[in-house]
């Protein structure tokens, strides 16, 4: 099993930055397909990033491609994410969630559904 701990969201101003992390405990994060979601109240759920670090997978969704990055910690057991050229509608709670290998290689993957694992959230806020 993994425990995932998200840190790091906070407000900021659109073209602004940050880095969220995602502090794993028990299970290294390399055995696991683990992704970033997002949500705003009354919106479902967006997966947004995925990695299979141990099949160096990774995947991005069209809205954060180019401006979000997943940096690897391995020692460290923690993944961050990079997110540059933040915009208003990056405004949401972010979580981490770890689940099956298997589900870094679905096409349904940023629906969620498999993730087993996930931490309680981190507030990203970007004003205008």
């Known amino acids: 099993q993994v425990q995932l701990t998200e840190s790091g969201g906070k407000s900021v101003q659109t073209g602004g930055s940050l880095r969220l992390s995602c502090a794993a405990s028990g299970d290294k994060y390399e055995t696991y397909c683990v992704a970033w979601f997002r949500q705003t109240p009354g919106n479902e759920r967006e997966g947004i990033a995925a990695?299979?670090?141990?099949?160096?997978?990774?995947i991005y969704v069209d809205s954060v491609k180019g401006r979000f990055t997943m940096i690897q910690d391995s020692p460290g057991n923690t993944l961050h994410l990079e997110m540059n050229v933040l915009k208003p509608e990056d405004t949401a709670m972010y979580y981490c969630a770890a689940g099956p290998i298997v589900n870094c290689y679905s096409g349904s993957w940023s629906e969620g559904r498999g993730f087993e694992f996930w931490g309680r959230g981190t507030q990203v806020t970007v004003s205008s």
């Open positions: 990695i299979h670090a141990g099949g160096s997978r990774v």
